[in-house]
Nanobody, 114 residues
Framework: VQLVESGGGLVQPGGSLRLPCAAS????????MSWYRQAPGKERELVAG????????KYADSVKGRFNIPRDDAKNTVYLQMNSLKPEDTAVYYC????????WGQGTQVTVSS
């Protein structure tokens, strides 16, 4: 299993970013996918998740209405669309899947600052 995140960077408050996570090594469409984040000095937290096939989504209260987690099963890719970004969204963002084990990508840094 391999998960590769990209798309992070520096963005001003109120801006948007889209983070792709390219997956391989498993039947992507069959599995739920998740995005987590970890800010300095804080524990890793679940940001958003989407089920396989049915596409049911869930979001942390802190990002509801601002973030979206679409998936493209033809491209084996899940995205995190982040809008109306706030400084408190600054963190390393990780893509994750649970098959037989938990797998994580290497993470991508998102910094929201003016």
């Amino acid at each position: 299993v391999q998960l590769v995140e990209s798309g992070g960077g520096l963005v001003q408050p109120g801006g948007s970013l889209r983070l792709p996570c390219a997956a391989s090594g498993f039947t992507f469409s069959s599995y739920s996918m998740s995005w987590y984040r970890q800010a300095p000095g804080k524990e890793r937290e679940l940001v958003a998740g989407i089920t396989g096939a049915g596409g049911t989504t869930k979001y942390a209260d802190s990002v509801k209405g601002r973030f979206n987690i679409p998936r493209d099963d033809a491209k084996n890719t899940v995205y995190l669309q982040m809008n109306s970004l706030k400084p408190e969204d600054t963190a390393v963002y990780y893509c994750s899947v649970h098959t037989r084990y938990d797998y994580w990508g290497q993470g991508t840094q998102v910094t929201v600052s003016s």
